[in-house]
């Protein structure tokens, strides 16, 4: 059974820095991307960045510059590495893994198959 489990979350003040942490267990192969999404109250979910198994990297323009993926795969382990909060970044945040057709699709929630439960990221001004 495929799994993959989030950490890392909290609240912190703008400016400040936090790291998630997203543990991927249960695959058979190791071809897949892990993406990272985020859903604010009343918006819908927004890819924030994603890395392929090749390493290929994308980044929302909201994020650029400020947040940082790496992938550990001796640990089957993604991070988010997330600095210079502000406000608006306050969502839920998943990690997802998949196999997206492409690189123009790794931001596109749909491309992927399992995700986790999320955690909360709380930014106070």
């Known amino acids: 059974e495929v799994q993959l489990v989030e950490s890392g979350g909290g609240l912190v003040q703008a400016g400040g820095s936090l790291r998630l942490s997203c543990a991927a267990s249960g695959f058979t192969d190791d071809d897949y991307g892990i993406g990272w999404f985020r859903q604010a109250p009343g918006k819908e979910y927004e890819g924030v960045t994603c890395?392929?198994?090749?390493?290929?990297?994308f980044y929302a323009d909201s994020v650029k510059d400020r947040f940082t993926i790496s992938r550990d795969n001796t640990k089957n382990a993604v991070f988010l590495q997330m600095d210079s909060l502000i406000p608006e970044d306050t969502a839920v945040y998943s990690c997802a893994a998949g196999y997206p057709a492409g690189t123009t699709r790794v931001k596109i929630a749909s491309e992927y198959i399992y995700w986790g439960q999320g955690a909360q990221v709380t930014v106070s001004s």
């Open positions: 890395i392929s198994r090749s390493d290929y990297i």
